[in-house]
């Protein structure tokens, strides 16, 4: 009951805060510059310049504080020892090609990144198109959009309890297994099976981020003109072709920010993997192993901050890509 009050108070003192900072702020810059007087047009040219930046600044100040800051920090802390006290050079890189939890982290964001922006993609251009021409469509997409409020460690909990385990013969509270074993199966140890764990890692944030896509890419459908799905139609295309020839094609460029963006996501994922395995079971990923550096047994801020280093480079290509395309097709 105390975090759900701090969270409202919370809410309350950023929307507040924020009201109060942009009344305040241009109360006082109509001060400094009325817009009435002899220098009426000088001082609202002035004020007009100046404006802007008042709404920027609290942004600027926090990205800079939280985003930029830690940037550099990290790159400090990355060519220094593990207290940052000496400096080290690329000895922290040197020892990350040559560890094995690494080359596991790498290998699985890959798997990844292959297999989580595809299926989230795929379904959620599904449940766009299906939920679309169904009557109670907007129930539909209210339910599979329903995941994206639980947050990613919620989510890990749910799954979890999806994939728990008990003994052959025992009442299993894990509906997976409880499924199993009403068909005579064996009940299995789901997130201990390598390497299909990482699969059922997987799905979780496939069930997550389906939602999503479907949003973007059922409002892409939606902007298609009508002139030419009919003119398809009267043409004698069938609805698979009309679906794949016609709508897909036009909204490759929405696809594209879809799949980028969860792209991003499953590059940062740490919560689902940290909650469901602790990384165990050849299940490590970059995110999870940065962590276990940076805050477990004996922290080494060196390797941690090396670990970071490497994922911002994953993250950031992609990110700018996205949102020059994203520019694009505003445009």
């Not at 809410?11 to 702020?25: E, L, R």
């Not at 901050?305 to 994203?326: E, G, H, K, Q, R």
């Amino acid at each position: 009951m105390e975090l759900f009050w701090l969270a409202v108070g919370t809410i309350a003192v950023g929307v507040f805060g924020c009201v109060a900072w942009f009344w305040g702020s241009n109360w006082i810059l109509d001060r400094i510059y009325p817009p009435r007087g002899l220098n009426a047009g000088d001082n609202i040219r002035k004020a007009n310049q100046i404006r802007p930046w008042l709404f920027l600044g609290p942004a600027i100040l926090f990205l800079t504080a939280y985003l930029v800051y830690p940037i550099f920090d990290s790159l400090w802390r990355s060519v220094h020892n593990a207290r940052g006290t000496d400096f080290v050079g690329p000895s922290n890189y040197a020892w990350l090609m040559g560890d094995g939890k690494f080359r596991e982290s790498m290998r699985n964001n890959l798997v990844w990144l292959l297999v989580v922006p595809a299926l989230s993609t795929l379904f959620g251009l599904l449940a766009a198109q299906l939920t679309d021409r169904l009557k109670w469509g907007n129930i539909g997409k209210s339910l599979i959009f329903m995941p994206m409020a639980i947050s990613f460690v919620g989510a890990g909990v749910i799954w979890k309890f999806i994939y728990e385990y008990r003994e052959p013969g025992e009442n299993q509270i894990g509906l997976l297994n409880a499924i199993v074993q009403a068909l005579g199966g064996d009940p299995q140890l789901w997130l201990t099976l390598i390497p299909w764990n990482n699969l059922f890692l997987m799905i979780v944030l496939v069930w997550i981020q389906t939602g999503f896509a479907m949003v973007i890419l059922s409002a892409a459908l939606r902007g298609i003109p009508e002139e030419t799905i009919e003119a398809a139609i009267l043409d004698g295309a069938s609805p698979w072709q009309v679906f794949f020839k016609i709508k897909v094609p036009q909204i490759m460029g929405t696809i594209a920010v879809v799949w980028t963006t969860v792209t991003i996501v499953v590059l940062k994922v740490f919560d689902i993997v940290f909650v469901m395995t602790n990384g165990q079971w050849g299940t490590q990923v970059l995110a999870n192993l940065m962590y276990d550096w940076m805050f477990r047994g004996t922290p080494d801020y060196g390797r941690g901050s090396a670990i970071a280093i490497v994922l911002m480079a994953l993250v950031t290509p992609i990110m700018i890509w996205n949102i020059v395309n994203a520019q694009r097709e505003v445009r």
